[in-house]
């Protein structure tokens, strides 16, 4: 079972849309990363947070996304208005320990954008 | 920053075959070395890791990896693979100290194995 799960798991949007991506850890940690995968390229990282703040962040994550804990547990993941070239698999990850690397990821949201 | 190069993109075997899977990194000091594999509609998990010590590394399943410095390399291995290895594999690596400690993905290899 992942240690951190995703919703949705496929979103279709139309260009321009917003959309929201969740991600909630089983229990509490500190270090979580997003990612993404655009079909047939690598996993790209796109924002840690710790602690409940932006830790760092790719220049892939410009202006149209942003992150969120608004309930100090789930985590969101927000595309402004979103382009044809967002479509991807978006991955949440959690971190062991403190900057081991090694990454407990949830089962990722495909989203699609026409 | 570093930067993973896996050389393989798809890979097609029959069972029992062996398999090596190349990783190159770009990093010039100390790496944490990863191997994840994502089985067809499931989420990404480690297969095996390396931080230290013994550069041969086991991990689940049956498969190994070795760390090779002078040769930046990571590739993993299998003796003998079966229809159930199929899936996508991520070699991934981050840094202690330096460089930075996101780590940083190859873009996967696809495996097929006919049984």
């Known amino acids: 079972e992942p240690e951190v799960t995703q919703t949705p798991s496929h979103q279709v949007t139309q260009m321009g849309q917003e959309v929201i991506l969740r991600c909630v850890p089983i229990s509490n940690h500190l270090y979580f990363y997003w990612y993404r995968q655009i079909l047939g390229q690598k996993v790209e990282f796109l924002v840690s947070f710790y602690n409940n703040e932006i830790s760092e962040k790719s220049e892939i994550f410009d202006d149209q996304f942003s992150v969120e804990r608004p309930d100090g547990s789930n985590f969101t993941l927000k595309i402004r208005s979103t382009k044809l070239e967002d479509s991807a698999m978006y991955f949440c990850?959690?971190?062991?320990?403190?900057?081991?690397?090694?990454?407990?990821f949830g089962e990722g949201s495909r989203l699609t954008v026409l | 920053a570093q930067s993973v190069s896996q050389h393989n993109h798809h890979v097609i075997l029959s069972e029992a075959a062996s398999l090596e899977l190349g990783c190159n990194y770009s990093?010039?000091?100390?790496?944490?070395l990863f191997w994840y594999v994502q089985y067809p509609g499931q989420h990404l998990q480690l297969l095996l890791k390396?931080?230290?010590?013994?550069?041969l590394v086991k991990g689940i399943k049956g498969f190994e990896a070795e760390f090779i410095k002078s040769k930046f390399s990571f590739n993993l291995r299998k003796p003998s693979v079966q229809w159930s290895d199929t899936a996508e594999y991520f070699c991934a690596v981050n840094t202690a100290s330096g460089g930075s400690y996101i780590p940083t993905f190859g873009r996967g290899t696809s495996l097929i194995v006919h049984p």
């Open positions: 390396y931080f230290s010590g013994d550069p």
């Open positions: 990093y010039g000091g100390t790496v944490n």
């Open positions: 990850a959690r971190e062991r320990g403190g900057r081991s690397g090694e990454l407990f």
